[in-house]
């Protein structure tokens, strides 16, 4: 267990580094047209550089403002589009400066919530990329190589493929494989996968899909924070709030461009600018709140014509082939949900639980009262860094599953 020195070391981190970003909330603007001229020159690969095997480097730069005692880079690597084709996924690698124990370090791939839906919003362009990544300075205190997936379609090339699953978990388990080729990383095959809400559901499919696609790596656990598993259960119960439609909105702004899912008959033309509008709005900050809560009360106003998008082909399949199933019985899992989430709602959360326990998984349900969902990870981070902890010194699984450990 970490030592309360060690408790203090990192709140104080912590606030030094959001004190330190105050001043940059006033230059949002500026920093936005810095970003896509970095998208330009880093994140674009011409065909000829993206060819080559998943979770290998195309290329990598050092940044400045790393966290303490650590080396953080910038990377764009290459991972599997929706088409089984070679695509381009950016993200961030950050190594402990320490030396490497003997046998190397192990990787806890980190897999964000939802930042925005177009190139612009990718978190290795935020202002507070590092203040985003929940328990990162735990975890670079264990010494643990931490990865941060952009996934497809965020810094690189959009559109972005909000919510699905698969394209999701290939770029969390390839950021991995490209934590190897990282300059001195020292890593080894033992990785464990840590997500919040929209990186609950990357995490859960990585996970899913590591067996098959990336059979060389060890998942030691999976944890996952208030875990978009259920989608049409939580669409359904969403779309009474402005928050909720804003999901939906992204949801159907993504994959009619991606699938060529017709909005026709199924969002109300007037609203289709307001939904446009929100796309192009990223999601960093307490700031960026505002206009998407002013795109929400407008979609309260007008939004869908039908009644419930879930019975619709193809949303109706769209929906159940990204939500996710059951995993590998062999890899742990720890779920942390607040009781007060409004957006993924416990309930949801706790019949997934049930439904992993009754297909063997050894899981661990943790309620957090009084939590929303936007805290959810923040809140659980000490104990999803513990818990992973636990699983690299191969301690035995808890599980409250009935008759578990």
């Known amino acids: 267990m970490p030592s309360q020195n060690s408790s203090r070391t990192s709140a104080s981190w912590s606030r030094r580094l959001y004190l330190a970003a105050l001043p940059a909330l006033g230059l949002m603007a500026a920093s936005a047209v810095d970003s896509r001229a970095l998208a330009e020159s880093f994140y674009s690969a011409p065909h000829h550089e993206i060819a080559g095997r998943p979770g290998s480097i195309i290329r990598q730069e050092a940044l400045i403002g790393s966290p303490p005692d650590s080396t953080a880079y910038r990377?764009?690597?290459?991972?599997?589009?929706?088409?089984?084709?070679?695509?381009?996924?950016?993200?961030?690698?950050?190594?402990?400066?320490?030396?490497?124990?003997?046998?190397?370090?192990?990787?806890?791939?980190?897999?964000?919530?939802?930042?925005?839906?177009?190139?612009?919003?990718?978190?290795?362009?935020?202002?507070?990329?590092?203040?985003?990544?929940?328990?990162?300075?735990?975890?670079?205190?264990?010494?643990?190589?931490?990865?941060?997936?952009?996934?497809?379609?965020?810094?690189?090339?959009?559109?972005?493929?909000?919510?699905?699953?698969?394209?999701?978990?290939?770029?969390?388990?390839?950021?991995?494989?490209?934590?190897?080729?990282?300059?001195?990383?020292?890593?080894?095959?033992?990785?464990?996968?840590?997500?919040?809400?929209?990186?609950?559901?990357?995490?859960?499919?990585?996970?899913?899909?590591?067996?098959?696609?990336a059979p060389e790596l060890e998942i030691a656990g999976v944890a996952a924070a208030a875990p978009a598993t259920d989608l049409g259960a939580l669409l359904n119960e969403d779309m009474a709030t402005p928050g909720?439609?804003?999901?939906?909105?992204?949801?159907?702004?993504?994959?009619?461009?991606?699938?060529?899912?017709?909005?026709?008959?199924?969002?109300?033309?007037?609203?289709?600018?307001?939904?446009?509008?929100?796309?192009?709005?990223?999601?960093?900050?307490?700031?960026?709140?505002?206009?998407?809560?002013?795109?929400?009360?407008?979609?309260?106003?007008?939004?869908?014509?039908?009644?419930?998008?879930?019975?619709?082909?193809?949303?109706?399949?769209?929906?159940?082939?990204?939500?996710?199933g059951a995993l590998p019985r062999e890899v742990p899992v720890l779920i942390l949900q607040g009781t007060n989430d409004d957006t993924v709602r416990p309930d949801v959360t706790r019949r997934y639980a049930s439904r992993l326990c009754a297909n063997g998984s050894r899981v661990q349900l943790t309620m957090m009262p009084d939590v929303?969902?936007?805290?959810?990870?923040?809140?659980?981070?000490?104990?999803?860094?513990?818990w992973i902890a636990q699983r690299f010194a191969r301690r035995p699984v808890p599980s409250n599953c009935r008759g578990g450990a």
């Open 75 to 213: 990377v764009l690597y290459r991972s599997t589009g929706l088409r089984g084709e070679t695509i381009a996924v950016s993200g961030l690698v950050i190594v402990p400066n320490a030396p490497a124990p003997i046998g190397g370090r192990p990787v806890v791939a980190w897999a964000h919530p939802t930042t925005g839906i177009v190139p612009h919003c990718a978190p290795s362009l935020a202002n507070f990329k590092f203040q985003q990544m929940q328990g990162l300075r735990e975890l670079l205190n264990r010494g643990y190589v931490v990865t941060a997936t952009d996934y497809p379609g965020l810094g690189t090339s959009g559109p972005h493929p909000y919510l699905v699953g698969r394209s999701e978990g290939y770029a969390v388990l390839d950021s991995i494989r490209a934590a190897r080729e990282v300059a001195q990383t020292g890593t080894i095959h033992r990785a464990a996968l840590w997500g919040h809400s929209q990186g609950g559901q990357a995490v859960l499919y990585a996970a899913k899909l590591a067996g098959s696609y």
């Open 244 to 324: 909720g439609k804003n999901l939906l909105a992204m949801t159907l702004w993504s994959w009619s461009r991606l699938f060529g899912a017709s909005l026709d008959g199924i969002v109300d033309p007037r609203a289709i600018p307001t939904v446009d509008r929100l796309a192009e709005v990223c999601l960093e900050s307490p700031i960026d709140i505002r206009p998407r809560a002013r795109a929400g009360r407008e979609l309260q106003q007008r939004f869908l014509l039908v009644r419930n998008l879930t019975e619709l082909k193809p949303w109706r399949t769209l929906l159940a082939e990204n939500t996710i």
């Open 372 to 386: 929303g969902h936007g805290m959810a990870a923040f809140r659980g981070a000490r104990s999803a860094t513990d």
